[in-house]
């Protein structure tokens, strides 16, 4: 499936959405999001620097997923296309 070019505003809007990644804070045009797992996971902290431009290259785009946990990038994108 093909999809439209996403905003980092998109990317932002499903990620803090899905209650799983909290915007920690603004570092230039950068959002900043954060996940801090329950006590029962072994994970490290996650930390996602989203760029707020109007359009993310598709590398931009698969970076910011590898850096959240995704497993494969074409969902992630159908997950983003659903969510934002």
Not at 17 to 39: C, F, K, Q
């Amino acid at each position: 499936m093909s999809y439209s070019p996403f905003s980092g505003r998109d990317v932002v809007k499903a990620m803090v959405n899905s209650g799983i990644y909290e915007w920690d804070r603004t570092n230039g045009d950068h959002a900043i999001l954060v996940w801090n797992p329950p006590e029962s996971h072994d994970s490290p902290r996650r930390t996602v620097p989203v760029p707020l431009h109007d359009e993310l290259r598709e590398g931009t785009l698969k970076e910011i997923g590898e850096q959240a946990g995704m497993q494969d990038f074409q969902e992630f994108k159908a997950w983003i296309d659903r969510n934002s």
